[in-house]
């Protein structure tokens, strides 16, 4: 029987269209790209100069990442200034896929001349970037919060063109209210929702994501843990189980995105790496376990909601390692898979919540792919225990006596927990 009536499935739906799009590289180095290919648009000539001022989680998030298609270049100022010089402004996250080589020559001179400055912004919002574009006597900025795209102000030569505001202290704000969701909810439109409604975006799902693990597993990039792991497989010093497999699948798509690789991914809250861990164990299962396309669809569609509902708590950028909310999705996802009741999978999700919800995000980097692989290895374990009847029991920790509290508690955790701790791990990354 399904729970949720009309208007809360055309919502939940619209939730999940909003959430799982399509992006190149590393969506933090991209949505500054995006910010000043926008700028250069309104200011509707080249660049002169560009300013960029980021929020610290930006660029903890941007610093140390590979740029992809800068010929291997890192950092905030070569996703600047590509998107300020050969940016397609209307193509959202894909922003700079289609720069060329030829076209690095003009932005290694451009950031060679110093015309690109870099600042820390003062407020306190996780999200916030703020580009301004300078040429001749005129200058553009325009201003993003709380998600990669929302544009909020745009001012030309003192002028405002757009000022869309929202509220700097919830970074929900811009987007559907999130509070309609609940596992049980999750659980019931998976079960009986008409596939058709879900299955073309979970088809890009499974074809974006299943390429760039293919990639990670083919080709070198950064630690390579995925392709690593494989090795082992097949030296026989890792067993070949479905546990190996999909974490080794799975990270080799974070190390091919991490590492530069110009293939979209398809991102869930934001992120890509969050994308990538909520599909990829999946769609290795389903794919090794031999289950239809449905099947892959309805437990895909567990795990992204499943990711958007715990990451919602969590705040789109903290100190809380994204990937561990993406994790414990999974844990679901794959006990829905195994035939479990809602109650064996708020049990799975509450067990790998309990079990990694410590994991700190030290900003995207090659090490993005080994924690995505310790973070399945623990969706595995939290969907086991849940089989056999076993979950983490509620006061232990922060574990409450239902999935939703506990949900409730990770954000607690992450929002105001780990402020400090957020604040010390970009003091010790800019010191390095």
Known sequence: ??????????????????????????????????????????????????????????????????????????????????????????????????????????????????????????????????????????????????????????????????????????????????????????????????????????????????????????????????AAIQKNIEKGLYGDDQRNRSASFTAAGSDARMGGSAMPVMTTSGSGNQGMAASLPIIKYCVDQGLGKEAMYRALFVSHLSTVHIKTNVGRLSAYCGVMTASAAVSGALTFLEGGTVENVKHAITNTLGNVSGVICDGAKASCATKIASGVYAAFDGAMLAQMGSVLQGEDGIISNSVENTIKNVGTLAQVGMKSTDKTILDIMMEN
């Open 1 to 226: 029987m399904n729970m949720v009536n009309q208007k809360e499935e055309k919502l939940i739906l619209k939730i999940m269209e909003e959430e799982i799009v399509p992006a190149e590289g590393c969506t933090e180095p991209i949505a500054i790209a995006y910010a000043a290919a926008q700028a250069v648009q309104f200011l509707g000539k080249s660049p002169e100069k560009l300013v960029i001022k980021v929020s610290g989680n930006i660029l903890k998030n941007a610093k140390s990442v590979v740029v992809p298609n800068s010929g291997g270049k890192v950092g905030i100022k070569v996703a600047g200034a590509m998107g300020a010089l050969f940016g397609n402004a209307a193509a959202d996250l894909m922003v700079i896929s289609n720069v060329t080589t030829e076209n690095m020559k003009e932005v290694t001179s451009f950031l060679s001349a110093e015309s690109v400055s870099l600042q820390v912004a003062e407020n306190n919002m996780s999200l916030y970037i703020l580009i301004e574009a300078k040429a001749e006597n005129e200058s553009v900025s325009v201003e993003i919060k709380h998600t990669h795209t929302n544009i909020t102000k745009v001012i030309k030569n003192g002028e405002v063109i757009i000022d869309r505001p929202c509220n700097d202290d919830d970074f929900n704000s811009s987007l559907i209210d999130r509070s309609i969701l609940s596992i049980d909810k999750i659980y019931s439109l998976a079960k009986n929702l008409d596939i058709e409604k879900i299955a073309p975006i979970f088809e890009k799902v499974f074809q974006y994501n299943s390429k760039i693990a293919g990639e990670g597993l083919t080709a070198k990039y950064g630690v390579n843990i995925g």
